[in-house]
Nanobody, 121 residues
Framework: QVQVVESGGGLVQPGGSLRLSCAAS????????MNWYRQVPGKQRELVAT???????NYADSVKGRFTISRDNAKNTVFLQMNSLKPEDTADYYC???????????????WGQGTQVTVSS
């Protein structure tokens, strides 16, 4: 079974930085795409950043120039470096993994439990 676990959330002042991590574990799979989403209670989950298995990245307009997604392929881990944080970045952040299962070649997706980020003075 493929799982992802997020870490690195917390409380930070406006203008500060945090780095989130998402580690994928399991056997018999190949990573296709890793995404970070965020969600505020009462609102839809929002795609924040994406990195493909070839290293291509994409960002929501609201975080461009402030957030950076990267990955450590050897450790099946993706990071989200968040700089110049604003109160409106406050949300629960979720890691989403799209992967190919070697047993049948079918693409699948899995979500982490989320990590809370609060930006407040």
């Amino acid at each position: 079974q493929v799982q992802v676990v997020e870490s690195g959330g917390g409380l930070v002042q406006p203008g500060g930085s945090l780095r989130l991590s998402c580690a994928a574990s399991g056997t018999g799979f190949s990573i296709l795409v890793m995404n970070w989403y965020r969600q505020v209670p009462g609102k839809q989950r929002e795609l924040v950043a994406t990195i493909t298995n070839s290293g291509n990245t994409n960002y929501a307009d609201s975080v461009k120039g402030r957030f950076t997604i990267s990955r450590d392929n050897a450790k099946n881990t993706v990071f989200l470096q968040m700089n110049s944080l604003k109160p409106e970045d406050t949300a629960d952040y979720y890691c989403n993994l799209a992967y190919k299962d070697w047993r049948d070649g079918v693409p699948r997706t899995t979500w982490g439990q989320g990590t809370q980020v609060t930006v407040s003075s």
